[in-house]
């Protein structure tokens, strides 16, 4: 009988490596337009040129993703981010880290720089 | 200052946030604050004997949040204020001139006879002090008594 689903008695303790991973987990994209696509890239980077507004799809509870932003301009997150700790510095490179905790719903965000 | 009109409430800030949610999205690093609804607040010129400010409001003229200014309204009577006014003179007054009663305590005491420069100090407090009463109650408006400015003393 073919195998249909993965059970625990087929995936030992300890086995999922990085490598089985989805792209969604470990791939890097260079935002080209303005939607964040949490299911295709775990950082999303960006260099803005001018004011942007970000949007965010397919996000879901749990999920935890990285933009890596700069550009001394106005950068707008959906108005169901809330930014918990830190503020954004377009003269160098922010690491805006964003938790998902309730879906499309909620989402909170803390921002920070490289320490100089 | 700068204020915004938000959720039906005007909120002041010292500067532009650092992070501003509205229905449009929580914006960073806002640089153009009049695109998201931030404007400078101004304080009017006012006179703060006769006059108080209201709640900030909006001044679509102007594009500025300001305060209207608003003659107060007095609950004592010309009189009343003038006899609290002369009051407040009078014991400030007496206590520049305690600062020298002490001489006359040493006079009493010990007939240490007191400078002359003390006398005419106390002589001259007394005049002023008569003239400022005789000014006070030449006054014939509530905000002029609300007005007049008290001599302070170091």
Known sequence: MALTKVTSAVLNDDAVSYDKLGAEFTTAAALSASDVDFSTAQVFTKTLTANDTLTFSNVSTGMVKDLVIAGEFTLTLPASVKVISGTYDGTVSNLIQIVATNGATEQWASISQEAV | ?154
Request: aromatic share 10%; hydrophobic share 40%.
């Open chain 2, 1 to 154: 200052m700068i204020a915004i009109q938000h959720e039906g409430t005007i909120k002041k800030f010292t500067a532009l946030p650092k992070v501003w949610t509205d229905e449009n999205g929580t914006h960073l690093n806002i640089t153009d604050g009049a695109s998201f609804g931030f404007y400078p607040v101004v304080t009017p010129t006012y006179n703060n004997a006769t006059q108080s400010l209201g709640d900030i409001v909006w001044d679509a003229d102007a594009s500025v949040f300001t305060y209207p200014v608003i003659d107060k309204v007095w609950t004592q009577t010309l009189e009343e204020m003038k006899a609290a006014k002369i009051a407040t003179l009078k014991d400030s007054y007496n206590r520049e001139l305690s600062k020298t009663d002490w001489y006359y305590i040493r006079l009493t005491a010990l007939s240490t006879a007191v400078p002359q420069d003390i006398i005419d100090e106390r002589a001259q407090l007394n005049t002023d002090c008569d003239t400022h009463e005789t000014a006070i109650n030449a006054l014939t408006t509530q905000a002029e008594v609300a007005e007049y400015q008290l001599p302070s003393f170091i």
